[in-house]
């Protein structure tokens, strides 16, 4: 096996590995993947409550179920928290 | 297989309601065309429209909203059959203007409201609700469908406690001085997008094609969300 190839495999295995402890994290249009198996809810809230300016009054819902704020990510899920209904019309 | 007759009842006819009446009254018409299906149009309000509020409406006179918009669909769109109910939705007028089987666009301006007609629908065995809402640049559609008595997708209350325990009032239960008090600033063009998520998601049921719940939808980041709002297990999906 040549170095490019070892280097190729190195990576394509890195990147499944990364790609394993991933969460789908959504808010509102936003949509993101991170390595975040092993946190906990409130952990991703509060990382990224600035940039998405997630609601604190926003429920939190894993794989459609919601969840307290100590429940702990595994890879694969899909954390949601659930933007506030638009209120006027 | 669509049922032979069809009614819908449009509560709210601001800013998208009437972005989302003539485009539903077109469509429906001209799939008269084709179907023989039967389509009653409801439209419900209890406000007057006003000039300051022609930035974002359109009405052809001052009036009733309710009344004024029928009216003018009525002449536009002939092949539909179209009433007026110039009253807001009260505890008391509820059960006679959402009835079982309808499918309701709900496009009114508080929570209060959207909590009402939700917890009412829960108890209807089929019902279509698609409520949207938005502040100014953003929004989101909500789409509650119940079938043979279980819930398909969630009501507007799950996940929204904004809507489960509002804090505002519905136009019914406020004083004059408070429907006299200026709202929140609200764009046309994001009324329009909210209202074109209504019927984008109308469509998708009709063609039993629904895969959501909700639709989030943002002009400025130009992105709409859709969201899956099933029932999980465990959950009474009742």
Redesign the interface.
Same mark, same amino acid.
């Given at each position: 096996m040549s170095e490019g190839e070892l280097k190729g495999l190195t990576k394509t295995k890195a990147g499944e590995a990364k790609a394993q402890s991933q969460v789908r994290v #959504?808010y509102?249009?936003? +949509?993101l993947e991170a390595t975040l198996a092993g946190r906990t809810v409130a952990d991703v809230r509060q990382a990224l409550r600035q940039a998405l300016n997630i609601s604190p %009054?926003a *429920?939190a819902?894993l794989? /459609? #179920?919601?969840v307290e704020e100590s429940a702990i990510l595994v890879a694969g899920q899909q954390l949601?928290f659930? =933007? #506030?209904?638009?209120?006027?019309? | 297989m669509m049922p032979d007759r069809l009614d819908i009842t449009l509560i /709210?006819i !601001? !800013?998208? !309601?009437c972005a989302l009446a003539p485009f539903l009254a077109r469509y429906l018409q001209s799939e008269r065309q084709v179907t023989t299906e039967d389509v009653r149009i409801t439209l419900v309000d209890g406000d007057d429209f006003e000039s300051k509020n022609a930035a974002r409406q359109s009405f052809e006179t001052l009036g009733n909203k309710a009344k004024v918009k029928a009216s003018e669909l009525a002449r536009n769109f002939p092949g539909l059959s179209l009433r007026a109910v110039p009253e807001f939705v009260t505890p008391a007028n509820l059960p006679h203007l959402v009835k079982p089987g309808d499918l309701v666009f709900l496009?009114?301006?508080?929570?209060a409201t $959207?909590g009402m007609i939700s917890r009412h629908c829960e108890g209807l065995s089929d019902v279509v609700l698609i409520? /949207? !809402?938005?502040?100014l640049t953003?929004?989101?559609v %909500?789409v509650y469908v119940r079938r043979d008595g279980r819930d398909i997708t969630l009501p #507007?209350t799950r996940?929204?406690?904004?809507?489960a325990d509002p804090k505002?009032k519905s136009p019914a239960e406020m004083s004059c001085e408070e429907l006299a008090v200026a +709202? @929140?600033p %609200?764009l046309l063009f994001m009324?329009l997008s909210?209202a074109s998520a209504m019927l984008n998601a109308f469509y998708a049921w009709r063609a039993g094609r629904l895969s959501y719940g909700e639709a989030?939808?943002?002009i400025m980041?130009g $992105? *709409?969300?859709p969201? @899956? $709002? @099933?029932p =999980?297990h /465990?959950?009474s999906g009742r």
């Open positions: #959504l509102g249009v936003h +949509s %009054q *429920v819902i794989d /459609g #179920l919601e949601e659930v =933007r #506030l209904a638009g209120e006027k019309g | /709210g !601001g !800013g998208i !309601g496009a009114v301006d508080n929570h $959207r409520s /949207g !809402g938005n502040d953003d929004g989101n %909500q #507007l996940f929204h406690p904004e809507i505002d +709202s @929140a %609200q009324n909210v989030y939808v943002d980041e $992105r *709409v969300q969201v @899956a $709002r @099933a =999980r /465990g959950e």
